[in-house]
């Protein structure tokens, strides 16, 4: 049974950081392709941040230069560093996980199968 656990949320200021994590345990680690996910109040589900088993990131336009994603096979863990957080920035993250996205859907949560329960990051101004 796969099992998906994200951590790391909070509260910070505007141009604050925060680093989520994301725990896997139950599923085959390399071969599959990971992604971050966020849902503010109101909005639909958006793609954040994906990256595949070898290594290729993809970011959606807002958060480029500002966010990283990356994973540590030797843990089963995946990453999203975030710097110069703004409030738009504010919302319920996600990671989610399956085996196989094809490169030009990895922002997309329709493709995920495996979902963890989200944590909350909370950008003031």
């Known amino acids: 049974q796969v099992q998906l656990q994200e951590s790391g949320g909070g509260s910070v200021q505007a141009g604050g950081s925060l680093r989520l994590s994301c725990g896997v345990s139950?599923?085959?680690?390399?071969?599959?392709?990971m992604g971050w996910f966020r849902q503010a109040p109101g909005k639909e589900r958006e793609g954040v941040a994906a990256i595949r088993s070898g290594g290729t990131t993809y970011y959606v336009d807002s958060v480029k230069g500002r966010f990283t994603v990356s994973r540590d096979n030797a843990v089963d863990t995946l990453y999203l560093q975030m710097n110069s957080l703004k409030p738009e920035d504010t919302a319920l993250y996600y990671c989610?996980?399956?085996?196989?996205?094809?490169?030009?859907?990895?922002?997309?949560?329709?493709?995920?199968?495996?979902w963890g329960q989200g944590t909350q990051v909370t950008v003031s101004s």
């Open positions: 989610a996980a399956d085996v196989y996205v094809p490169p030009v859907r990895a922002l997309e949560s329709k493709d995920y199968k495996y």
């Open positions: 139950g599923y085959i680690w390399n071969t599959n392709c």
